[in-house]
T-cell receptor
């Protein structure tokens, strides 16, 4: 079982909808990440939160809006998405530091219609 | 920033065959190196890691040695099983900022 929990597992949304992806970890990690992964491709970093503050935004379009309400939770708010945004969205966490491995959730499979 | 190049797949092997997946990197300093595995329908899991030159990471019969002289971190397993079928990613930190970069991934399919 993964220690990073993501909900929902699957999400289908229209281009005019607003939805949110949720991520939770209880390992005491102070860095949390959102990655986007297309089929059989490596994950691409979107956002990094460190100590609940946004530290990296990889030039992600504003239709994706991250939020870190506390040290255990990470949300990704979605609005006016495009069909090309359909992908697996992965949340991860780690202790801050280059030698600390990432712990991933199982992801949310998003389909935009 | 640092970069990683990984052997592309797909790789198809028979059960009990020997596996090697090549990974080479360019890096400033000596960052930790990682192998992640992604089983169908799941997120990525850390398979093994090495934190300094000549370290050998190992887990579930898989091994990889941090080779400074060849800037490589090849993944090996002596006898693969059907349950090893997955996509394998080599990874290292991009810089000091916490961003992890991944190789292109190698899909492994093991046939009985």
């Amino acid at each position: 079982d993964t220690e990073v929990t993501q909900t929902p597992k699957h999400l289908v949304m229209g281009m005019t909808n607003k939805k949110s992806l949720k991520c939770e970890q209880h390992m005491g990690h102070r860095a949390m990440y959102w990655y986007k992964q297309k089929a059989k491709k490596p994950p691409e970093l979107m956002f990094v939160y460190s100590y609940e503050k946004l530290s990296i935004n990889e030039s992600v379009p504003s239709r994706f809006s991250p939020e870190c309400p506390n040290s255990s939770l990470l949300n990704l708010h979605l609005h006016a998405l495009q069909p090309e945004d359909s992908a697996l969205y992965l949340c991860a966490s780690n202790d801050r530091g280059r030698n600390s491995p990432l712990h991933f959730g199982n992801g949310t499979r998003l389909t935009v219609t | 920033g640092n970069s990683v190049t990984q052997m592309e797949g797909p790789v198809t092997l028979s059960e009990e065959a020997f596996l090697t997946i090549n990974c080479t990197y360019t890096a400033t300093g000596y960052p930790s190196l990682f192998w992640y595995v992604q089983y169908p329908g799941e997120g990525l899991q850390l398979l093994l890691k090495a934190t300094k030159a000549d370290d050998k990471g190992s887990n579930k019969g898989f091994e990889a040695t941090y080779r400074k002289e060849t800037t490589s971190f090849h993944l090996e397993k002596g006898s693969v099983q059907v349950s090893d079928s997955a996509v394998y990613f080599c990874a290292l930190p991009y810089n000091q900022g916490g961003k992890l970069i991944f190789g292109q991934g190698t899909e492994l399919s093991v046939k009985p």
